[in-house]
């Protein structure tokens, strides 16, 4: 072995960066942060710019000390730690002026001027400290703070910042900053461990995380790392229950499949489907004039009647409550939005990609950023709600990514897990809080994984185990001779008389519930203490049985000998005693006796022997009838075997040909997923390219913008040159009514309507206005559309105004028309009547002057007339040129709606959304017009009013002319004048006639424009209307692929079904193999034994 880590890999997962700037009460902020405070030397304090540890802002809680930790030894230990991890001395001093740098941000300090939104930095000495650590200019780094620098269309522009959104960026600055060295680090160390170069798919790997926060009142940071949590607890649920219950499966049992993991679906899906929490705290960052006020607003009305949210109470803090696994969480959202998007400055990014200090250069070189000019493009374009360019990416978002990996991970895994539980919070041994370890274990889930194990069988044990360990429980039920493992764990359970609801009996094993197999093991315990002390007093008894016979022999042999040696003492000295001592070995007699005795013992042996082997005849011959009897029971058996056998092998070739069958099935359905698979990732590739395809037309749009913002100065500068026309116009018309006393009513009239007709517009700007915030508020393509829409309609207005004002010229001309037939009728009579008027030629001459003062009247309003009609020509034309622009932008837009309508489900919400919104605009607008339309009415009914008076007033004038006439018949003297007076009118006449002339032509000309424009206009309704169709039949083959997927998601179900199906008859196809295999082995041991 040599000693070191062949191989190994860190990874870090959803690093809690928001602990660098603020922490909850009683906690600390990293480690490192206060054992470089108390570790660090003079030099070093000087190099990094260390201060103390109660200056720094971004420590909440000062330096918070912990009775079990040294800093000063940890701040060695780290020391030694990146020396053996092959870290340099410059490396490690870089990640320290890192670690300074990021608590030195804390302390700047902004103000807010009085007067404007421009925040300042009065001292900058803070500002120099951070600039020597991370090697940064002063000045410009300031300057980058205040004022950044943002991108509008394609100019750049200094945008101002007030003191809550320049230490927003400060903070997202100094998590940035930390976040990007520990990376840093985290690769490192993979580098240094990492010595065999290979990469492999199998690894042992271990995940530290914490468990479910519940404080009292909770921000953004604790509902990332609950819902953490909530996935995590789900695969633990998944993992250690699902498999449990697919054992019962296999093994045969009645169980109803409980899926323990939907017990935590819900809230997972309240935080991270559409329309949950991240999702709308996403979809407010989008909008600029958002707030965590709104945010919680659309929260409630989305959310108020789902099951694991409700509403906080009046007086409560928190602004609403989700119910997690571990209990219910209140959460307080203040400041949600800004911790979400976390905007970095691109400005200050530029400037660290470009600083002196190389390790600064090195951390931040592939910086993908949530930067300010990602945040300000939103309000500018209708399009915000995409991911542009990969740079507006949320926090949430980030997290959701990480989590996702992670959990692909680890499914891809065989997880163990550990729960680690605090037995007290003043870090002492031997003491134990009740409450609070009972809280950790109902937080991380133990106490939910005992309910659900009671429900289960947890305890299982196999048919021979169980048999083996507790049989003497049950005497004499099991019979003599062979018995299925199966059939006697049945019996020996009913002989225990167990409740059928305490266990299961599967195919190979026997499953109890919770504690029953504990019980059991009781009474066996006390089973084997009764025949172990039963055991023993027999094996008492017995010993002190034979210590007792043992005894009395020797009482007696003592006696004997006693008795023998008083009688030896007695004869010992008797004179014949000796004699016969003497003589006896001479005798013969004594040597019989011993051979008799030998004998005698010879024939007691032969006589045993003779019992012994009569005892052992009777016994074979017993041991030869029960054989015999054993035959016929085997002889009987072997029949019935033989026939199990003929019957399992007809069995074995009706199921192998069952498993050919089920093959060939699973062999095409193999073929049919590759098919499918393969027409997924064509679908995929597809998916790839419409995605790129989707990028290039933001690209598009985003020149489209800027051409449309050129095109809105150029609209409102006609604007003002129409409203200084009409400024003039009114003078003009002032003028006029001055001039002519008799239509002075008619003036006040058309100056009323000129009021009326400001204020509509006035009204229309004001709607303008309110639907261009409408349209900054909503960043879809809908949107766009319904202001074209508006705008379009808003022309047709316009047409429609000015053909009626077109109407009522044409209605002006007409009755000059009549009123100068009725004056050539006139000439007609007077040129008759020429010498009765003789006379009277100075009274004809007053009736002639008034003649040529109506003649120059009429003539003055015609030359107005046509010069109203060349203003309102130049209007038409220039309305025209507008409405021709729009419509090719409408034209732009319904292809790009078209191209993109593969968008999320979220827009999709949004979308509908957004209809309704519109249809309430156009019901508002078509009101508004059917008001309008009643105004005119109102006003052309005046009109005629105004028109009748006039024919009056006519009347009274042709009776003067009427007294004239009659005053004719007395200046038939001055007749010669009056015809001179004639010629001359005739003249005029003939020029009034000619100006009419030009003027009817001018009218049938403008009647042809008109009639033109209605034909374009039709011509772009055609156009709209085939735009429409194939919309609709876009949007039908979108369904239509839609379904197909959903078809080809349900055959992919169906056909795992039947995959899981086949590969159950499978393992039932096996079990019946094994029973057969056993049966055969059973069927060659009788043979056998035959």
């Known amino acids: 072995m040599s000693g070191y880590i062949a191989g190994a890999n860190i990874e870090s997962y959803l690093l809690e960066k928001s ?27 000087k190099e990094l710019l260390l201060e103390d540890p109660k200056a720094y802002r971004f420590l909440s809680h000062g330096f918070l000390n912990v009775a079990s930790i040294d800093d000063q030894q940890e701040f060695q230990l780290t020391m030694q730690a990146m020396e053996i991890m092959g870290l340099n001395h410059e490396d490690m001093m870089s990640i320290f002026k890192i670690v300074s740098a990021t608590m030195q941000f804390g302390n700047m300090t902004f103000q ?84 065999t170069k290979r990469q492999g798919a199998s690894f042992i790997g271990i995940l530290d995380i914490a468990g479910f926060e519940i404080f009292e009142l909770n921000s953004f940071e604790q509902l990332c790392i609950n819902y953490t949590n909530e996935k995590l607890q789900q695969l633990f649920n998944h993992t250690m229950f699902v498999l449990e219950q697919e054992e019962y499966q296999r093994e045969g049992i009645e169980w109803k499949f409980i899926d323990f993991g939907l017990d935590l679906q819900p809230t997972i899906e309240l935080i991270e489907k559409p329309m949950g929490v991240l999702a709308l705290v996403d979809e407010e960052c989008f909008f600029p004039k958002a707030t965590d006020k709104s945010f919680v607003e659309k929260l409630v009305a989305s959310h108020k009647s789902h099951p694991k949210f409700q509403v906080a109470e009046f007086r409560s803090n928190a602004d609403f409550s989700v119910i997690h696994y571990a209990g219910k969480v209140d959460y307080a959202a203040a400041q949600w939005l800004m911790k979400n998007m976390d905007p970095l400055n691109d400005n200050v990014i530029e400037m660290l990609q470009h600083s002196t200090e190389p390790f ?69 041994a031997g003491k134990i809080d009740s409450i609070l370890v009972l809280d950790q274990l109902r937080c991380n889930g133990v106490l939910e994984g005992i309910r659900i194990c009671r429900q289960g069988f947890p305890n299982r044990i196999g048919f021979q185990d169980f048999r083996q360990r507790y049989e003497f429980l049950t005497p004499n039920v099991i019979p003599k001779g062979f018995m299925d493992g199966k ?33 059991l093991e009781e009474e066996r315990d006390l089973k084997l ?27 007696s042999a003592i006696k004997i000998i006693q008795r023998n040696c008083a009688a030896y003492l007695k004869l010992r000295n008797w004179p014949w005693w000796r004699l016969f001592t003497k003589v006896k070995p001479l005798l013969q007699v004594t040597g019989q006796e011993e051979r008799l005795s030998v004998k005698e013992n010879e024939l007691k042996e032969v006589a045993e022997k003779l019992d012994r082997q009569k005892a052992e005849y009777s016994e074979v011959e017993n041991k030869l009838a029960q054989i015999v009897e054993e035959k016929s029971i085997l002889a009987e058996q072997l029949q019935a075997e033989t026939e199990l056998c003929a019957e399992a092998e007809e069995m074995r070739v009706r199921l192998q040909a069952r498993k050919t069958e089920l093959e060939e099935l699973l062999h095409d359905f193999e073929g049919r997923i590759e098919e499918e698979e393969e027409r997924a990732t064509v679908l995929n ?71 009326q007709l400001q204020e509509e517009e006035d009204k229309t700007k004001s709607l303008a206005k309110i639907k261009h915030k409408q349209e900054a508020s909503i960043n879809d393509l809908e949107e766009r559309l319904r202001r074209e829409i508006a705008l379009r309609e808003e022309l047709e207005r316009i047409k429609r105004r000015l053909e009626a004002e077109l109407a009522e010229t044409k209605e002006q001309l007409a009755e000059k028309k009549a009123q100068c037939e009725e004056l050539t009728q006139q000439l007609a009579k007077k040129e008759d009547e020429l010498a009765r008027l003789t006379q009277r030629v100075d009274d004809e001459s007053t009736g002639k002057a008034t003649v040529h003062k109506q003649a120059r009247e009429l003539e003055s309003q015609l030359a107005e007339l046509s010069e109203d009609f060349d203003v309102e020509k130049a209007a038409r034309a220039k309305a025209e040129k507008q409405r021709r622009d729009l419509s090719e932008e409408l034209e732009a837009l319904k292809t790009e709606l078209i191209e993109s309508l593969d968008s999320t489900a979220v827009q999709q919400e949004l979308r509908n959304k957004r209809e309704q919104e519109l249809a309430s605009t156009k019901k508002a607008l078509e009101e508004e017009q059917k008001t309008r339309e009643m105004q005119v009415a109102d006003m052309r009914h ?22 004239v006439e009659k005053a004719k018949a007395a200046l038939e003297a001055e007749a010669a004048d009056v015809a001179n007076d004639l010629k001359t009118m005739s003249v005029a006449k003939q020029d009034s006639e000619r100006k009419r002339k030009q003027l009817e032509a001018h009218v049938q000309e403008l009647t042809m424009k008109v009639s033109e424009l209605d034909r374009t206009k039709g ?72």
């Open 529 to 555: 203490t009764d025949i172990i002390i039963n055991f023993q007093a027999y094996c008492r008894g017995m010993l002190a049985r034979k210590n007792y016979q043992k005894r009395l022999q020797q009482i």
């Open 112 to 195: 807010q001027e009085r007067k404007t939104d421009q925040a300042t930095l009065p001292d900058n000495t803070v500002a120099q400290k951070v600039c020597h650590l991370l090697g940064l200019p002063v000045s410009d780094l300031v300057k980058a703070l205040l004022k950044p620098k943002l991108k509008v269309g394609r100019d750049f522009v200094h945008k101002a910042q007030n003191k809550e959104q320049v230490e927003f960026a400060v903070e997202a600055l100094s998590k940035g900053t930390y976040e990007r060295m520990f990376k840093w680090i985290v690769t490192r160390i993979n580098r240094s461990l990492d010595r």
């Open 19 to 45: 602990r660098t700037v603020r922490q909850a009460k009683d906690e600390r902020t990293f480690h490192v942060f206060y054992q470089l405070l108390a570790g660090a030397n003079e030099a070093q304090k």
């Open 1019 to 1090: 011509d772009a309704t055609e156009k709209a209307a085939k735009l429409q169709s194939e919309l609709e039949a876009v949007l039908a083959q979108f369904e239509e692929a839609e379904s197909k997927s959903s078809r080809l998601d349900k055959n992919f179900s169906t056909l795992e079904a039947q995959l899981a199906d086949v590969q159950v008859g499978t393992a039932s196809l096996f079990l019946l193999l094994r029973h057969a295999m056993s049966y055969s082995q059973t069927l060659s041991r009788a043979c056998l034994l035959r």
């Open 360 to 428: 600064v250069v090195q951390i931040w070189k592939d910086a993908e950023i949530v930067g300010l000019s990602a945040t300000a493009g939103i309000s500018e374009t209708q399009f915000g709600a995409r991911t542009r360019k990969g740079m507006f990416r949320t926090v949430s978002q980030l997290y959701k990514e990480q989590l996702a990996k992670l959990m692909v991970t680890l499914r891809n895994t065989n997880p163990n897990f550990v729960r680690c539980i605090i037995p007290n919070h003043e870090k002492k």
């Open 942 to 963: 005046k009109q005629t009013q105004q028109e009748g008076t006039l024919v009056e007033q006519l009347e009274l004038m042709k009776k003067a002319k009427n007294s």
């Open 685 to 755: 590739n597809e998916k790839k390219k419409l995605a790129q395809h989707i990028t290039d037309l933001e690209e598009q749009l985003e020149e489209e913008e800027g051409s449309r913002q050129k095109l809105q100065l150029e609209k409102h500068a006609a604007e003002s040159k129409i409203k200084q026309m009409e400024e003039t116009l009114a003078i003009t018309e002032d003028s006029q009514a001055k001039l002519i006393k008799e239509k002075k009513q008619l003036d006040e009239r058309n100056v009323e309507l000129q009021q």
């Open 487 to 519: 059939k006697a764990c049945e019996l020996m359970i009913q002989a225990l008389e167990l409740d059928p609801n305490l266990y299961r009996i599967g195919q190979s094993k026997v499953f109890f519930r919770a504690g029953v197999l504990a019980h």
